[in-house]
C-alpha cells in the first residue's frame, strides 16, 4: 500500500481542523437545543458523530504530522489539546502554519514520508 504525501497528509489535516470546529459549533448548537430549549435532541444525534469522526480524523493526522514532520513533543501536545476546546483546531492549524509545522521540509520528498527521505 502507498504511503500518503507529506503535502497530502498537511492538506488533509488542515480540512480536518477546520471541520472539527465546524463540527464543534453544530454539536454546541445541538446541545443547547437539547439541555437548554429541551425541543429536540436531533442536533446532538446527528453532530455527534459527525464530530467524533472529525475528532477521530483530526487525531490520527495530527499523529501522523508528528511523525512526519518530527514535531516537537508540545507541538503534538498542542495538537491534541486543541481537539477538546472548541475551535481551537482551527488556532492551531494557523499557528503551526506560521511556525512552519504544516510545510515540507526542504530535501524532504513531498512524495514521502521524512523517515524515508532521512534514510531511516
Do not use: C, N
Request: hydrophobic share 55%; charged share 15%; no cysteine.
Amino acid at each position: 500500500m502507498k504511503r500518503p504525501s507529506t503535502s497530502a497528509v498537511i492538506r488533509i489535516f488542515r480540512i480536518l481542523a477546520i471541520a472539527e470546529a465546524f463540527s464543534w459549533a453544530a454539536l454546541l448548537v445541538g446541545m443547547f437545543l437539547k439541555w437548554v430549549t429541551r425541543t429536540t435532541e436531533l442536533g446532538v444525534e446527528i453532530a455527534g458523530p459527525i464530530h467524533g469522526a472529525f475528532f477521530i480524523g483530526y487525531g490520527i493526522a495530527a499523529l501522523s504530522l508528528w511523525g512526519m514532520q518530527r514535531w516537537p513533543f508540545r507541538v503534538a501536545l498542542f495538537a491534541g489539546l486543541s481537539a477538546v476546546f472548541p475551535f481551537a483546531t482551527v488556532w492551531f492549524e494557523r499557528w503551526a502554519g506560521r511556525h512552519g509545522y504544516l510545510t515540507v521540509k526542504a530535501g524532504q520528498d513531498a512524495t514521502q514520508p521524512a523517515q524515508e527521505t532521512a534514510g531511516v
